[in-house]
Structures are given as C-alpha cells and as structure tokens.
C-alpha cells in the first residue's frame, strides 16, 4: 500500500496518445464498427471448384493476377501483376512474399479474419490453397474474376440501369 502522502502513481503507458479529444483515425473508427467474419470456404475447400483448382495449380500467375486486379480495384491490370508475381518467382523461388500481401488487402476490404494463421503463413505454407481461397471468396462475393475489374464494373452499371427501368403499366379494363 502507499502512504497516503505519497503523489498518485503516473498512468501506464498504453502507447494510446493522451489527447482524449482528437477524433479517431478513419482507419480504426472503420475497424471498430465492422466485426470480423469468417471467410466464406474453407482454406483446403479447393476442390469445391475444380476449374480454380486447376488454373490456380497450373498457372497461379494468373490466378494471382485476377486477385490483385480486384482488391487493387482495377489500378494494377491482371497481366502487370502476374507478370511481377511469375518475375519475383523466378527470381528468388518465393512469390508468396508478394501474394501474402494482397491477402492481407483482401481481408482488410471484406474484414475477414486472418485464419488459420497470419496471411504470410498461410502463403509461405500453401500458396496454392491460399490463392485457390481468395479466389473463392471474391467469386462468392458476386465478381467475375474473368472479366477484370472493369468488367464488374460495367456489369454492375447494366444491371442498375436494367433495375431503373420501370415496368410497363398494365391497362385497367375499360367498358
């Protein structure tokens, strides 16, 4: 116990600033109001797809491509990132220290859990399984990784404008 003359003991550093009255990063105020969820398949559920499976396991370049074109939100094409993946690949026999990182991307958009483990983990273990996974999730998310990032969006447009046109007015009876 202190001795009631002694001063009060200083906070522990929490590494939080002190400033109660400054807003809260954009970042973290979004963290906060979005709980994490579980992705949609499994990491071994690759052969829940067998046409991922395969272009994933024969050419994961562009599998990694299509990923990247879709959580860049089309600011990096498909070609440039499979490209730069196959190009780190050949170079040092280790692509997946490139692709952990958009799985990261990916989780942070969608705020998935990071599961089993950490995203360079995941990656270092089983590229196959990870790219195959985040295939998956942004196909059951409703994208069409065939068609790129403009491509969805274009769909997108056709399918509000097809929504926005009204339906014919059907004629009452008349006598």
Not at 6 to 34: C, D, E, F, M, Y
Not at 85 to 100: A, D, K, P, R, V
Not at 148 to 175: C, S, T, V
Request: hydrophobic letters at 30%; proline letters at 8%; aromatic letters at 6%.
């Amino acid at each position: 116990m202190r001795p009631p003359s002694a001063p009060p003991a200083p906070p522990s550093a929490t590494g939080v600033p002190a400033n109660q009255h400054a807003p809260p990063s954009r970042a973290a105020s979004s963290l906060s109001h979005h709980a994490l969820v579980p992705w949609s398949t499994g990491l071994c559920d690759c052969c829940d797809n067998v046409n991922i499976c395969c272009l994933t396991c024969c050419c994961p370049c562009v599998a990694f491509g299509r990923i990247a074109e879709i959580v860049d939100r089309g600011s990096t094409s498909c070609g440039v990132s499979g490209a730069l993946y196959s190009m780190i690949f050949c170079m040092s026999g280790c692509s997946c220290l490139y692709s952990c990182f958009y799985r990261s991307k990916l989780r942070g958009q969608y705020f998935l859990e990071e599961q089993p483990c950490t995203d360079c983990c995941v990656h270092w273990c089983c590229e196959t399984c990870s790219l195959c996974q985040e295939y998956r999730e942004l196909e059951n998310r409703g994208l069409d990784l065939s068609i790129g990032w403009h491509g969805n969006l274009e769909r997108q447009k056709r399918k509000a404008a097809a929504a926005d046109i009204a339906p014919p007015i059907q004629q009452g009876m008349k006598n």
